[in-house]
């Protein structure tokens, strides 16, 4: 069992950079790969996948919409992944989501077992 909590979120100016942080309780963490996802408003129930990490953070993947822009990274000692967003759009606006699995990293959002609450981004025009 993973405990999955986000924080960081909030508002922005377009142009601007937040940290979203998600921290994991449990022992395993370094066994999960993570990931971020977002769900925008009006979007339907469907995950858009950000950005992922392997367990050891050697390989990540990214979005096409946030290549360049946005960076993801882990401390497994710490037990929480990052999502480091600069250059931020008013398109990025959403409810940013981390994942945890087992099943190696990722774009598929069921792929993803553990979820937390998610953290509200909403970036100003």
């Known amino acids: 069992q993973v405990q999955l909590v986000e924080s960081g979120g909030g ?3 377009a142009g601007g950079s937040l940290r979203l942080s998600c ?12 990931a971020w996802f977002r769900q925008a408003p009006g979007k339907g129930k469907e995950r858009e996948f950000v950005a992922a990490i ?7 993947d990214y979005a096409d919409s946030v290549k360049g822009r946005f960076t993801i990274s882990r ?10 967003m600069n250059s931020l759009k008013p398109e990025d606006t959403a409810v940013y ?3 945890a699995s087992w099943l190696g990293r990722s774009r598929d959002w069921t792929s993803y077992k553990y979820w937390g609450q998610g953290t509200q981004v909403t970036v100003s025009s």
């Open 11 to 13: 508002l922005v100016q």
């Open 54 to 60: 392997s367990p050891s953070g050697a390989s990540t």
């Open 75 to 84: 401390d497994n000692a710490k037990n929480t992944v990052y999502l480091q």
């Open 23 to 34: 921290a994991a309780s449990g022992r395993t963490f370094s066994s999960y790969a993570m």
């Open 97 to 99: 989501f981390c994942g």
